[in-house]
């Protein structure tokens, strides 16, 4: 599950790189620049979402015991999107290059809870596995 999480991860932050770097052509005038108008603006804050998403993500793959702790704020961030998305559907808005994104959130908080549960399993039971990551750095946090 974890090579799972962390190709979720790599998407995610693919995505972010993919628009920051290829959507900005449009836009270069305007990249950087204090004032930039209202639509380059929400652009570049998915860019940071999706940016922050994927590091978060490959954080957990590489260290389990992260999981815990980035549970909580991914979970938040998925229902907002959720109810971002329904709001948007509701009032009649095209959502389908966004629905894309967001079900890669909702994969990538179902492989987070499976590695969250595992993790605790693993150090509940004491099992050989648990004590191995500890001391190959898990416990750095």
């Known amino acids: ?18 628009t920051l770097f290829l959507a900005a052509g449009a836009h270069a005038d305007m990249a950087g ?16 979402w999706n940016l922050a998403l994927g ?16 549970l909580p704020f991914y979970c938040g961030l998925t229902v907002v ?8 559907l509701f009032r009649g ?14 994969t ?4 987070l809870l499976v590695v969250y549960r595992r993790r605790n399993a693993e150090v509940a039971t004491g099992s050989a596995d648990a004590h191995h990551h500890l001391r190959m750095g898990d416990g750095l946090w």
């Open 108 to 111: 990538g908080l179902v492989l």
């Open 55 to 70: 590091a978060g993500l490959l954080c957990v793959a590489l260290y389990p015991r992260l999981a815990g702790i980035w």
């Open 1 to 18: 599950m974890r090579y799972a999480l962390a190709l979720i991860a790599l998407v995610q932050a693919g995505l972010g790189f993919g």
């Open 33 to 48: 620049m204090p004032g930039m108008t209202y639509p380059v603006q929400p652009g570049f804050a998915g860019v940071s």
């Open 93 to 106: 808005l095209p959502i389908t290059g966004r629905i894309s994104t967001h079900a890669l959130s909702v």
């Open 81 to 88: 999107l959720g109810v971002a998305s329904a709001s948007d």
